[in-house]
């Protein structure tokens, strides 16, 4: 089955990008949201933005209830990142969407294979499920969503859209 958990960045990110976050029903057979990770996306910061389109996304499977880290992820990771790797190593999930560099290193470090949202954006693509990486890019700008130059770079060219 393919399975993945995923973080706030990512959501908010492709949902920014996409409009929807229906790339992600198109790719994965599940895609699991620990508590911690609703909880961000609820808060939505002082624009409440996507907070509708999560709630619209019923698909999703919202993980009941609240994860309990292990001490090193806790202690080196926000509460949605450490509950995403701690929920993949407890189901048995191999794969995990986070933007974050630490996260990232520590979910490669715990044995998971790590995507994130200009991942699932060149998947995407690459499966013809997606027109444009650089609109979905700008889109993701617009919003204020911080992509590096060099990741940018690497997806234009992966796409030949640079």
């Not at 190593?89 to 520590?106: A, H, M, Q, T, W």
């Not at 060149?122 to 027109?131: F, P, T």
């Amino acid at each position: 089955m393919n399975r993945v958990v995923i973080n706030t960045s990512p959501l908010l990110a492709l949902m920014a990008g996409c409009g929807s976050l229906d790339l992600l029903r198109d790719l994965y057979d599940e895609v699991l949201v620990p508590p911690e990770v609703c909880e961000e996306i609820k808060v939505g910061g002082t624009t409440g933005f996507g907070a509708d389109v999560f709630d619209r996304a019923t698909w999703l499977r919202r993980w009941p209830q609240r994860i309990e880290p292990s001490a090193l992820l806790r202690n080196a990771l926000d509460r949605g990142e450490a509950a995403v790797i701690q929920l993949a190593l407890d189901e048995g999930v191999s794969r995990v969407c986070i933007d974050e560099p630490v996260g990232r290193r520590l979910a490669r470090l715990s044995g998971l294979t790590v995507t994130g949202s200009i991942g699932v954006l060149l998947r995407a693509r690459r499966e013809g499920k997606l027109v444009s990486v650089r609109q979905a890019i700008e889109r993701m700008r617009a919003r204020g969503i911080w992509l590096s130059e060099t990741v940018v770079a690497f997806a234009l060219r992966e796409t030949g859209e640079e």
